[in-house]
């Protein structure tokens, strides 16, 4: 059974800061993708990563695929409120046409 | 380009009562679609997920059901709702990239 760890689970910074997110995953995958979503919102797709070694950056949110070692990051570049949301990553296993959500990673930006 | 909707927005049902949310998709065709619950601040459960008319995958044994009338809806049921029942209902659908897209949701109260 395929299982996705992120951690942390609650991130709480401040602005013009920097962190990242990290996304472990347990079995064989080169398809990962990042969502976020606001409260009370749906799901909005960030990123795709489609391969190792995969790079995608949008503003302040850049995110990286290392296949070899099953991690997949969301860096956050100088921070600011309006990046405050809920981060989810997701994994397809080969051969399957569903998605393994991680638990998500609550980001919370202090003025 | 493709859009998906779903209805109601919201809805407040008492236990023991039916459930129908209803999920399409236009701009597309064949395209997978899935059901998924998130309980207030948790991750996503997958539920349900289709690859075609008919063709319905359970992934959690519940009072649930879903069905696939027709290639771009999805609906999702129960005869008797329980309180455990409420929480935020997504669909989502995907084509052969496997990347999904939500719709807005569906946010469901059982008292």
């Known amino acids: 059974e395929l299982k996705v760890e992120q951690n942390p689970l609650f991130l709480s910074m401040q602005e013009g800061k920097n962190y990242t997110i990290y996304c472990n995953y347990s079995?064989?995958?080169?398809?990962l993708y990042w969502y976020r979503q606001d409260p009370g919102k749906s799901l909005e797709s960030l990123f795709v990563l489609l391969s190792n070694g995969a790079v995608k950056q949008e503003g302040r949110l850049m995110a990286s695929l290392d296949t070899k070692a099953r991690l997949s990051t969301l860096h956050i570049t100088a921070a600011v409120h309006d990046l405050s949301a809920t981060y989810f990553c997701?994994?397809?296993?080969?051969?399957?046409?569903?998605?393994?959500f991680g638990t998500g990673t609550r980001l919370t930006i202090i003025p | 380009s493709q859009t998906i909707h779903q209805w109601p927005a919201t809805l407040v049902q008492p236990v023991g009562s039916p459930l129908s949310l209803e999920c399409t998709v236009e701009g597309t065709s064949n395209p997978n679609l899935y059901w998924y619950r998130q309980a207030a601040g948790r991750g996503l459960q997958l539920l349900f997920y289709s690859v075609g008319i008919g063709q319905i995958s359970s992934e959690v044994p519940q009072n649930l059901s879903a069905s696939r009338p027709q290639d771009r809806q999805f609906i999702l049921s129960s005869k008797k709702l329980l309180l455990s029942d409420s929480g935020f209902y997504l669909c989502?659908?995907?084509?052969?990239?496997?990347?999904?897209?939500f719709g807005p949701g569906t946010r469901l109260t059982v008292t």
């Open positions: 079995t064989t995958s080169d398809r």
């Open positions: 989502a659908w995907s084509d052969m990239t496997y990347e999904q897209y």
């Open positions: 997701a994994v397809d296993e080969v051969g399957n046409e569903k998605l393994t």
